[in-house]
């Protein structure tokens, strides 16, 4: 891999959950394997009164929770290149004392240093970070480069997007902005574009006169956890669709990039975002399901539902739960359905994509007319891999077919370590590849689709909120969604755990 030039991270928001979970372990990880700079340095800033060594010994925790096994001589040598300054956010003069603490740092990184601000804090100060930054010139580098890594949500709906875009702008070229989705720096996400570009096979097929429907899945088998604020102000839509679920509809369903250049292809992921067909307030009550989980028992142990969340008000209608139905209008899909659906305390934690092929004209086997039809089912996580299910001949008398599967899994490749999204993101914000960020288009486009979701949740107060007891697959209605009069059902790749224990297949 290529050696980044040196540089100075600095973190804003170093003393919250992200940082923590995954941006120190992530940017561990990048120097244990050596695919770090020369000569780096990582400043955390938060408005904690810590001291440097008390930051040092809290990353140190959080590296070993997320890597038992790393040597501690290694962490010992990472740890001495965290620094950590505490400062106020709003307040504008700080930033000059933050511009000397770079400074003073910029010496470990050599001359003609180069800075990655990471914007690891609540969104609510996305603005005024950037827009103090370039108040204190921070917004460049002498001799080198300056980009900013935004996490998301960038923006809390259209208006605002466009809004801090403006921003942004005002302050930073948009090559120096790199909009993260952490789904995009997943290895089996990418795994997409090479699944579809890569081959020979699949493109002919994919397209409205093979595919059924396509299905999109991401559920996870915990709550909230402590983001009760966090997530009365998101809900699913805004939390998952908007971005994770989005990124995943847009490679699937985009058209060939005339090349590998981060242009070419995030032109057609925009082409995708913009066919997709914005729902009329009459269909949001039938094409959108609205779920929140409500308590339940699973294996004898009592489980909270949403409203008693710490953070979460009594009489919540905010969404742990969403499923949509609609379509890309443009001549690929032009017909076929995309069914999206996200969800906090379901069954397990898995996300996957399933391509569902059209079945064949006429049944020649009488015996099998119920065979489900034939799907590629592109998993995520966890049990990364592909599977296509397909009928074959059971043997003996007769021709009943039976419903098989050809699968890989990542894990059959030997010796091939899997990186963590974030530490690839960090790795190509480092050498300059925006590939895998968004475009300040793209970010105002997805806003776009959800717009006539929010309006209507927050309009119309008919629009039914459904509960779902935790530890199941949400809504009953969801079925409805999908079947069509067609007997069609979501893949239930574990049974409702909230019945009788669990039962995974991929
Ligand atoms: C985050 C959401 O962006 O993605 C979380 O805010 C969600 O609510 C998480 O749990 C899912 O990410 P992953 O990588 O665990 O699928």
Not at 95 to 119: A, D, H, P, R
Not at 131 to 160: A, M, Q, T, W
């Given at each position: 891999m290529k050696k980044p030039d040196n540089c100075v991270i600095i973190i804003f928001g170093a003393s919250g959950d992200l940082t923590k979970r995954k941006l120190i372990p992530a940017i561990f990880e990048l120097f244990k394997r050596n695919n770090l700079p020369e000569k780096f340095a990582v400043l955390g800033t938060a408005?904690?009164?810590?001291s440097e060594q008390e930051f040092r010994e809290s990353m140190k925790a959080a590296i070993l929770i997320n890597?038992?096994?790393?040597?501690i001589n290694k962490i010992n040598e990472f740890t001495e290149k965290l620094n950590y300054f505490p400062m106020d956010?709003?307040?504008?003069?700080?930033y000059s004392l933050l511009s000397s603490k770079i400074k003073s740092l910029s010496g470990t990184c050599g001359e003609n240093c180069n800075y990655i601000f990471y914007l690891a804090t609540i969104p609510s100060l996305f603005a005024e970070i950037s827009v103090n930054l370039g108040k204190s010139g921070l917004n460049k580098s002498k001799n080198g480069y300056c980009r900013i890594i935004v996490e998301k949500p960038f923006g809390y709906d259209l208006k605002s997007a466009i809004e801090l875009n403006n921003i942004m702008h005002n302050v930073f070229e948009e090559n120096q902005i790199y909009r993260i989705d952490h789904y995009l720096g997943k290895e089996t996400v990418q795994n997409i574009l090479a699944t579809r570009f890569a081959n020979g096979i699949f493109e002919p097929i994919w397209n409205r006169n093979y595919v059924h429907h396509v299905e999109v899945t991401s559920a996870e088998n915990f709550g909230i956890e402590n983001r009760g604020g966090y997530y009365e102000t998101s809900g699913a839509l805004r939390?998952?669709?908007?971005?994770h679920l989005l990124r995943l509809v847009t490679l699937i369903a985009m058209e060939p990039p005339s090349s590998f250049e981060p242009d070419a292809i995030r032109n057609e992921l925009q082409k995708v975002l913009q066919s997709l067909r914005r729902l009329h307030p009459d269909e949001i009550g039938t094409n959108v399901i609205r779920g929140q989980y409500i308590a339940s028992t699973i294996g004898g142990k009592n489980i909270k539902g949403y409203r008693e969340e710490k953070g979460v008000a009594a009489d919540s209608r905010t969404e742990t739960y969403t499923a949509i139905k609609f379509f890309i209008d443009n001549w690929r899909w032009g017909g076929v359905p995309f069914y999206i659906r996200t969800g906090k305390q379901l069954p397990t934690r898995v996300t996957e994509a399933v391509i569902h092929f059209r079945k064949t004209?006429?049944?020649?086997f009488k015996e099998s007319q119920n065979m489900s039809d034939n799907q590629l089912i592109l998993r995520?996580?966890?049990?990364?891999g592909i599977l296509l299910k397909f009928g074959m001949k059971e043997p003996g008398a007769g021709f009943k077919i039976h419903n098989v599967n050809m699968d890989f899994h990542y894990s059959d490749i030997s010796n091939v370590y899997i990186p963590e999204a974030y530490e690839r993101l960090i790795y190509d914000c480092m050498i300059g590849d925006t590939t895998l960020f968004l475009r300040a288009d793209a970010v105002e486009e997805a806003w776009k689709f959800v717009e006539p979701i929010q309006k209507a949740w927050t309009d119309d107060h008919n629009v039914k909120i459904y509960g779902y007891p935790a530890g199941t697959w949400g809504p009953d209605v969801a079925d409805d969604l999908i079947s069509g009069g067609e007997h069609i059902t979501w893949r239930y790749p574990c049974k409702n755990l909230a019945d009788d224990g669990v039962y995974c297949e991929l």
């Amino acid at each position: 891999m290529k050696k980044p030039d040196n540089c100075v991270i600095i973190i804003f928001g170093a003393s919250g959950d992200l940082t923590k979970r995954k941006l120190i372990p992530a940017i561990f990880e990048l120097f244990k394997r050596n695919n770090l700079p020369e000569k780096f340095a990582v400043l955390g800033t938060a408005s904690s009164a810590l001291s440097e060594q008390e930051f040092r010994e809290s990353m140190k925790a959080a590296i070993l929770i997320n890597d038992s096994i790393a040597d501690i001589n290694k962490i010992n040598e990472f740890t001495e290149k965290l620094n950590y300054f505490p400062m106020d956010f709003k307040e504008p003069e700080a930033y000059s004392l933050l511009s000397s603490k770079i400074k003073s740092l910029s010496g470990t990184c050599g001359e003609n240093c180069n800075y990655i601000f990471y914007l690891a804090t609540i969104p609510s100060l996305f603005a005024e970070i950037s827009v103090n930054l370039g108040k204190s010139g921070l917004n460049k580098s002498k001799n080198g480069y300056c980009r900013i890594i935004v996490e998301k949500p960038f923006g809390y709906d259209l208006k605002s997007a466009i809004e801090l875009n403006n921003i942004m702008h005002n302050v930073f070229e948009e090559n120096q902005i790199y909009r993260i989705d952490h789904y995009l720096g997943k290895e089996t996400v990418q795994n997409i574009l090479a699944t579809r570009f890569a081959n020979g096979i699949f493109e002919p097929i994919w397209n409205r006169n093979y595919v059924h429907h396509v299905e999109v899945t991401s559920a996870e088998n915990f709550g909230i956890e402590n983001r009760g604020g966090y997530y009365e102000t998101s809900g699913a839509l805004r939390d998952m669709v908007q971005s994770h679920l989005l990124r995943l509809v847009t490679l699937i369903a985009m058209e060939p990039p005339s090349s590998f250049e981060p242009d070419a292809i995030r032109n057609e992921l925009q082409k995708v975002l913009q066919s997709l067909r914005r729902l009329h307030p009459d269909e949001i009550g039938t094409n959108v399901i609205r779920g929140q989980y409500i308590a339940s028992t699973i294996g004898g142990k009592n489980i909270k539902g949403y409203r008693e969340e710490k953070g979460v008000a009594a009489d919540s209608r905010t969404e742990t739960y969403t499923a949509i139905k609609f379509f890309i209008d443009n001549w690929r899909w032009g017909g076929v359905p995309f069914y999206i659906r996200t969800g906090k305390q379901l069954p397990t934690r898995v996300t996957e994509a399933v391509i569902h092929f059209r079945k064949t004209p006429h049944y020649l086997f009488k015996e099998s007319q119920n065979m489900s039809d034939n799907q590629l089912i592109l998993r995520i996580q966890p049990d990364e891999g592909i599977l296509l299910k397909f009928g074959m001949k059971e043997p003996g008398a007769g021709f009943k077919i039976h419903n098989v599967n050809m699968d890989f899994h990542y894990s059959d490749i030997s010796n091939v370590y899997i990186p963590e999204a974030y530490e690839r993101l960090i790795y190509d914000c480092m050498i300059g590849d925006t590939t895998l960020f968004l475009r300040a288009d793209a970010v105002e486009e997805a806003w776009k689709f959800v717009e006539p979701i929010q309006k209507a949740w927050t309009d119309d107060h008919n629009v039914k909120i459904y509960g779902y007891p935790a530890g199941t697959w949400g809504p009953d209605v969801a079925d409805d969604l999908i079947s069509g009069g067609e007997h069609i059902t979501w893949r239930y790749p574990c049974k409702n755990l909230a019945d009788d224990g669990v039962y995974c297949e991929l």
